[in-house]
């Protein structure tokens, strides 16, 4: 299939899913390779046959759904947002957590893929905070959509290329190499619960004082669904609790729910809660 067939595809599909096409341009490649993959199982040739085959069968909505997911991830991806996170928003979120008289901090980590993501707050947290704040514990709830990349994150073994942007000495000290892998040792895997959950119904709990959701809605999803995701944290977040985007993602600018969480890129707050 050439890159331009494959992009009308893509153009004429993605909204009837709700996803955008902005999203997909970059990572289009692995998508592309998957349409031509199923093509083939379907023994179609033409881009313009599968077209006509999802429009007369509703069920391979479905499946093209699944072959339009992306799952890259990495450990600390986004340095500088990670850094934040761990001398900014964190500490603020755990004296927070202490003044209201509790003694867990909550964050849920949606689409986290292989648990690059939930595990690497589990490292900020036990390397660098938990000594500061040694009445609370952190609780992680990861969700995901798709069953394989939670099998994946409950192993917690990872190659190289997964932990570069990790900082220095903490990849020694938290995972142990077993041949070309490397394994995160329990300690860290201990504060996370993993679950399986589409982002797009309602929140997998409540009182939530961090919400990571980096990579996923506000890159692939459609501006209703974004805000519907949007009214979901606002439901399942607590006071003064935090959100976190991707580097270059964004509530939908007619959305003033969420707004900017003060010195933080990346960070945001619901509107009118927001202590920083
Ligand atoms: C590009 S990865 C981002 C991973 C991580 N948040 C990050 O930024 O590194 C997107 C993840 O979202 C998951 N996903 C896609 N659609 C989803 C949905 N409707 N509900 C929950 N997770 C979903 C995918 O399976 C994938 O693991």
């Known amino acids: 299939m050439r890159d331009c067939d494959c992009i009308r595809l893509l153009q004429w599909a993605l909204p009837r899913m709700r996803m955008r096409w902005r999203g997909f341009r970059k990572v289009r490649g692995q998508v592309c390779k ?24 509703a069920t391979e909505w479905t499946l093209l759904r699944d072959l339009c997911r992306v799952t890259i991830s990495r450990f600390w991806r986004d340095k500088a947002a990670y850094c934040t996170l761990q001398k900014e928003v964190l500490p603020t979120l755990a004296r927070q957590v202490i003044q209201r008289g509790d003694d867990s901090l909550h964050v849920w980590s949606a689409g986290c893929a292989c648990g690059e993501e939930p595990y690497s707050v589990a490292l900020a947290w036990q390397l660098a905070l938990r000594n500061r704040f040694p009445s609370l514990t952190l609780q ?44 995160l040792h329990q300690r860290f895997i201990l504060p996370v619960t993993f679950r399986r959950h589409d982002v797009r119904d309602p929140p997998p709990g409540k009182r939530f004082d961090l919400i990571i959701c980096r990579n996923l809605v506000f890159t692939y999803f459609d501006h209703k669904q974004q805000r519907a995701v949007i009214g979901h944290f606002v439901n399942a977040l607590a ?38």
């Open 140 to 183: 992680v709830l990861a969700t995901d959509i798709d069953r394989d990349v939670l099998a994946r994150a409950k192993r917690a073994c990872y190659g190289h290329g997964s932990l570069k942007d990790l900082p220095t000495g903490w990849r020694n000290m938290a995972f142990s190499r077993t041949n070309d892998a490397y394994c």
């Open 34 to 57: 998957r349409i031509q993959r199923r093509m083939g199982a379907l023994s179609i040739q033409d881009v313009d046959d599968y077209r006509a085959y999802l429009v007369q069968h």
């Open 239 to 276: 006071g003064g609790g935090a959100v976190m985007l991707g580097t270059h993602e964004q509530p939908p600018a007619d959305d003033r729910r969420l707004t900017a969480w003060p010195a933080s890129p990346g960070f945001f707050a619901l509107r009118g809660t927001q202590r920083g």
